[in-house]
Structure formats: structure tokens, C-alpha cells
């Protein structure tokens, strides 16, 4: 047909726009004999194209009175800690009770560059993921602190707890993560031509003797370097040390996960350059309830600390 992927799409029913199309692409729900590809790939005759078009949203965006715990805010953003079980924005199946709605009820304005469902947001954690958050205020501030997360120099820290023995104190992972050709919900580690680039690298704090009920635990400092979905819950599955907790990468019993029922990671340190002074901004979080309370039951177990986990279990206990 000589026509690029992106354009066949926008001339389907439902599809507003070739932006709209190449949206849909990105987000894998578009398949081409099958598989995901790229907006550039050309339509060739013979091919079989399957669009899935999300049902679009019952109402209107609208503002929510639900908590927000800010640690800093000025004209130009907040710093926040979002609380596990909360999603971000709206989306199929939550199109109200999000981050953005409690956004809303703070204030009307926000950045919109990331589209009128994603008001102020700079990046994402997952719903059943606590911690730190960056949300920006103004449009000027959306795009300078997405450009420091384009160009790696936003810190993000994340404390996860895995299953097993990591034995090595430090690693990065580089291994590009697509969605999963048998079930669309699920990431994985892939060479499809659909998958990107993504890594991770970790630091050991404290290691756990193995129990009755489990094959041990590694507590880990992870930082990311790209913002893959489901990043660190998928990047720890692939080296076989599942996150305790996750209900969809995870593994064992719930006595294995000491009745955990999210995943053991929370957004820990967040480090950025503030879009209009230039100063260096520094957050850290201290691990809530539910998480605390699964390191208190193993913490007999410890093999004690490592040099980094001096640094870095020390420096968050003081934030708590």
C-alpha cells in the first residue's frame, strides 16, 4: 500500500487523529499479522490489522477531595508522596479517583503537555507503587523537568524488597521491555521490534537468611535511567528475584510475601533541578506502614547491612 502505519490507523473508525493514532501504537494496540511495530512501519497488501480502541471516558475530568501528602511546593510545582493504591491518571477502568482529580480539587491549573487526562504529571508510578512524585504547575515546568528525565538527570530511587539472594552488591540491567504477545496487560523483556530500551541499575543494602516459608529476601536501592511501564517489577523478574508482594510478576506463598498484598517498592529519593532557580532539589520518603512492617519481621534474619545500606537505610530512617 506504500502507506505508514500511523496513517492507515487514523483512517479507522474511532480515530480522531494520526496523533491519535500513533498513541495507540505506542501503547501496543495496534497489531500487524499478530505483532506490535512501530508508527513508521509500511502497510504492505495482505497485511491483517487489528486496532483496539480503549472505550473512551463516562464524564468529564473532575476535581475529587482526596488526601494529598505535598513535602514541597512552590508556583511551579509540588513534590509529593502518593500513596499506594492510588492511580495516577485516568485511564480505562479508572476514570475518576486518580492522582489528577485530587490535582484538581487543589488547584485548576496545571501543566498540560501531557494531554488533558495527565494534567501537571511529569512521571508515573504505578498504582499499588508508593513515594516520591514530581508534578509540574505550569506548561514551562512540565517540559524543562521532562526534559531532565529525557536526558537522565532526574534521580529516581526506589526501595524494593525481592525474593532470594542477590550476591553481587551492585548490577545494571539492560534489557529492553515491550508488552507481552499473549497478554496485552503484561510487560516483559523482549526483542520484538515494538519493545524499547530500558535499564536499571541496583545497589545491595541488607541480605535476609532464607526461612521456613521463603528462599530468603535482598533489600535493593534500584535507579532508574529510563521510564519503562512496570519497569523494576519487570527488570527483577528477569534476574529471578521477583518483587515481595507483586500480584503480577511476583512469586510464593503469601507467607513467602508475609501477607503483602502490593508490590515492596516505594519511591524513596528524588533528585531534580528546580525549572526556574537552578537549585538542586533533594526529597527522600521513609517507608510506610505496610512496608515497614514486613522489614521489621524479617529484619532478625539480617546479614547485616552493606557499605551502602549504612548510607542509604541510615539516611532513611532520618526521613520518616
Same mark, same amino acid.
Request: hydrophobic share 35%; proline share 3%; net charge negative.
Given at each position: ?7 492507515? *490507523? ?12 500513533? !498513541? ?13 511495530? /512501530? !508508527? ?13 480502541? /480503549? +472505550? ?64 501537571? @504529571? ?45 550476591? +553481587?552488591?551492585?548490577?545494571? @540491567? ?27 541499575? %541496583?545497589?545491595?543494602?541488607?541480605? #535476609? ?7 530468603? #529476601? ?26 515481595? &508482594?507483586?500480584? *503480577? ?14 508490590? %515492596? ?9 528546580? +525549572?526556574?532557580? &537552578?537549585?538542586?532539589?533533594? %526529597? ?13 519481621? @524479617? ?22
Amino acid at each position: 500500500m506504500g502507506m505508514r502505519l500511523d496513517a492507515f *490507523v487514523a483512517t479507522c473508525d474511532g480515530v480522531v487523529s494520526r496523533s491519535a493514532a500513533a !498513541k495507540l501504537i505506542e501503547q501496543d494496540e495496534v497489531l500487524v499479522n499478530g505483532r506490535s511495530y /512501530p !508508527k513508521r512501519y509500511m502497510v504492505k497488501a495482505g497485511d491483517q490489522i487489528e486496532v483496539d480502541i /480503549p +472505550p473512551s471516558r463516562s464524564s468529564e475530568l473532575i476535581a475529587q477531595d482526596i488526601p494529598l501528602d505535598i513535602r514541597y511546593e512552590d508556583d511551579e510545582l509540588i513534590v509529593l508522596s502518593k500513596q499506594a493504591g492510588l492511580v495516577v491518571h485516568p485511564a480505562q477502568g479508572h476514570w475518576s479517583g486518580t492522582l489528577v482529580n485530587a490535582l484538581l480539587a487543589h488547584q485548576k491549573e496545571w501543566g498540560t503537555k501531557q494531554g488533558e487526562d495527565r494534567l501537571g @504529571i511529569v512521571h508515573r508510578l504505578d498504582k499499588d507503587t508508593s513515594g516520591l512524585m514530581l508534578v509540574a504547575k505550569t506548561d514551562e515546568a512540565q517540559v524543562k523537568l521532562q526534559n531532565q528525565i529525557r536526558l537522565r538527570e532526574i534521580d529516581r530511587r526506589y526501595l524494593c524488597l525481592v525474593h532470594g539472594w542477590i550476591a +553481587p552488591d551492585s548490577g545494571t @540491567i539492560d534489557a529492553p521491555i515491550g508488552r507481552d504477545q499473549r497478554d496485552r496487560l503484561l510487560m516483559r523483556v523482549t526483542d520484538t521490534k515494538s519493545s524499547r530500551g530500558a535499564i536499571t541499575t %541496583f545497589r545491595v543494602l541488607e541480605r #535476609f537468611e532464607a526461612g521456613r516459608f521463603d528462599n530468603g #529476601f535482598t533489600l535493593v536501592e534500584c535507579k532508574l535511567f529510563t521510564g519503562r511501564t512496570h519497569q523494576i517489577r519487570v527488570h527483577m523478574d528477569y534476574i529471578h528475584h521477583p518483587v515481595v &508482594g507483586d500480584q *503480577v510478576y511476583g512469586r510464593g506463598t503469601d507467607r513467602a510475601n508475609h501477607d503483602l498484598k502490593r508490590q %515492596f517498592l516505594h519511591s524513596h529519593y528524588l533528585e531534580f533541578t528546580h +525549572p526556574s532557580t &537552578g537549585e538542586t532539589m533533594r %526529597f527522600t520518603d521513609g517507608l510506610p506502614a505496610d512496608l515497614q512492617a514486613v522489614y521489621k519481621a @524479617i529484619e532478625i534474619d539480617s546479614t547485616g547491612k552493606t557499605e551502602a545500606g549504612e548510607e542509604v537505610l541510615s539516611f532513611e530512617e532520618s526521613s520518616r
